[in-house]
């Protein structure tokens, strides 16, 4: 998952973590943990719920899941 890019997101859309938390479900424990990278690879379904709570384009999930649009090597 790309951390830097959910940070800019939640910069960008004007996101408190406390919001985004109540919102999605997501633990605040469980948010910090990967922001802070302490979990590399979270569920599927963690990262939809994300998705879906700020509204993500089909290549902002993309790049959420660590692909970018310009990498040759990606989707």
Do not use: H
Not at 31 to 46: C, G, Q, W
Not at 48 to 72: H, M, P, Q, T, W
Request: aromatic share 8%; glycine share 6%; charged share 35%.
């Amino acid at each position: 998952m790309n951390t830097e890019y959910l940070k800019t997101l939640f910069i960008e859309r004007k996101q408190t973590r406390y919001k985004f938390c109540k919102s999605t479900g997501i633990s605040s424990g469980a948010l910090t943990d990967i922001l802070n990278e302490k979990v590399k690879d979270p569920r599927n379904s963690t990262i939809v719920k994300i998705a879906k709570a700020l509204e993500l384009s089909n290549d902002e999930f993309a790049e959420l899941c660590g692909y970018r649009k310009d990498d040759k090597d990606g989707i």
